[in-house]
C-alpha cells in the first residue's frame, strides 16, 4: 500500500513538473508584459513585477494594427476551420465505414502527408493562388489553411467514427429510420465531440500559423496577427521587448478562450445513453 502511495505520489509531482515547464513561457510572457521599461533592463529580472503597467500594452496599440491583424486573423481562422470541418466529416465517415484497401492507403497517405516541409508546398500554393489572382487577400490564405489543415482533420476524425458502434445505426435502420434520418439524428451528435476538437485544431493552427501568411500577404491592412507581431523587432533585430510582449499575449488569448470554453465538450463522453432500450 505504501509502494503504492509513493508511485502515485512520484506521478503527480511528475505531472506538476511537466505542466510547470509548459506554462513558464506563458507565465513569463505575462510578467514581462506588465512590466515597465526599467525592470525590463534590470541584471535581475524578477517573476512578479515590482511597478505593473498597462504602458506596453497602449504603445502596442498605437504602433501596431493589432486589431484590424485580429480580426483578419479571425477570418481566417474560423472559415479554414468551418471549411476543413464540412468537408472532412462526409470523407472520415466513408473511409472509416468501408474499409477497403484504397480507405487504408488514403488513410495512410494522409499521415505521410503531415511529413511534408512548408518549403515544398509554397511554390505549387503560390503559383496556384496567382492564377486565381487569390495572391495578397484573406480568401486565398483561408483557401490554404484549409489546404494544410484538412489531411490532420480527416486523419482524426476517422478516428472518432470508427469508434461510434455501427451497431447503433443498425438498430436505427432495424427501427425504419432512413440513412440521412440514421446520419443525422444518431451518428452526427455521437460525432460532435470529434467535430468540436477537429475545428479547434483547425482553428488554432491558422490563427497561429506565420509562414504562409508572410509569403501570401504583402499589403499592412491584409496581415495576420503573427505576422504584425514581427514588426516589433527593428531591422537590426533589436526586439521592442515590452509591447512585444503585451501584443503576443493578447494574441494566445483567444486559442485559451476557446479551448476553455469547449473542453467540456471535447473530454465529455457523448457516448453515454446511446444504447437502444
Known sequence: MRTSRTGRAGQYLALLAYLLFLAFPFLWLVSTAFKPPRELGSLHPTWIPKDPTLANFRQAFDEQPLLHAALNSLVAALGAALIAVLLATP???????????????????VVVSQAFPLVLLIIPLFLVLKNLRLINSVPGLVMVYVVWALPFALWMLVGYVRAVPAELEEAAAVDGAGRLRTLVSVTAPLLAPGIVATAL?????????????????????????????????????????????????????????????????????????????
Open 91 to 109: 470523407m472520415a465517415y466513408v473511409m472509416a465505414r468501408r474499409r477497403t484497401p484504397l480507405a487504408r492507403a488514403a488513410t495512410g497517405w
Open 201 to 277: 485544431f483547425a482553428f488554432v493552427t491558422a490563427w497561429n500559423e506565420f509562414f504562409f501568411a508572410l509569403v501570401l500577404l504583402k499589403t499592412p491592412e491584409k496581415q495576420t496577427l503573427p505576422v504584425v507581431l514581427t514588426h516589433f523587432i527593428g531591422a537590426e533585430g533589436v526586439a521592442d521587448l515590452g509591447p512585444l510582449a503585451a501584443a503576443a499575449f493578447l494574441a494566445t488569448l483567444p486559442s485559451l478562450v476557446v479551448f476553455a470554453v469547449i473542453q467540456r465538450r471535447i473530454t465529455g463522453g457523448m457516448l453515454a445513453g446511446a444504447v437502444k432500450s
